[in-house]
């Protein structure tokens, strides 16, 4: 019988109109996709506010929409030593003596949406480094005080050295995410 496609080009042949293929073929890779670059403005502040906010995307597939989390819960704060890539590499994550990652609030006590983006609300400061130097490279937003899941990752705009002694601070509203 042949495949979807060989029985609609088929079909086409035994209309009178031409059936126009829109995206390509999906084997050749000239077919379209859409990635997180062609969201619309208002998809990338409700998925903004979904998971940092914790705001419900009202709407979406029916009346409901996607809810937001009955307790807010937190988004942690890492600080890195290099680039983790893609994967989310957490071997690159800082260990010195007293470091933890510091919890952020999933609601709009620990965000606010500025910018077209996240920006934090609170100022996220690590423990002193009880260690010799560390150099901070990038940071990320995780899911999870330990372990867990990186979201997001950025490299910082210059390496910042942290000294015995010394303690690393993100200030009001220095952590920006943004969706485009």
Not at 44 to 61: C, H, P, S, T
Not at 105 to 122: Q, T
Request: charged content about 20%.
């Amino acid at each position: 019988m042949g495949t979807v496609r060989e029985q609609i080009l088929i079909a086409s042949t035994l209309s009178s109109g031409t059936i126009r293929e829109l995206l390509g073929s999906p084997n050749t890779g000239t077919g379209g996709g859409i990635g997180a670059d062609d969201a619309t403005d208002y998809m990338e502040q409700a998925v903004i506010e979904l998971l940092f906010m914790n705001e419900d995307l009202v709407g979406l597939g029916d009346q409901n929409g996607l809810k937001g989390s009955d307790i807010e819960g937190n988004l942690y704060i890492a600080l890195l030593t290099g680039d983790p890539g893609e994967s989310g590499d957490q071997n690159v994550e800082a260990a010195y003596d007293g470091y933890t990652r510091v919890p952020i609030v999933r609601g709009l006590s620990g965000w606010e949406y500025k910018d077209e983006g996240a920006k934090n609300i609170p100022v996220a400061t690590w423990q002193p480094n009880d260690d010799p130097l560390v150099t901070v490279t990038h940071f990320a937003i995780m899911d999870s005080l330990i372990d867990g899941n990186m979201l997001f990752k950025k490299e910082l705009p210059s390496p910042v050295d942290i000294n015995t002694g010394d303690q690393a601070q993100f200030n009001y509203n220095q952590l920006a995410v943004k969706m485009n």
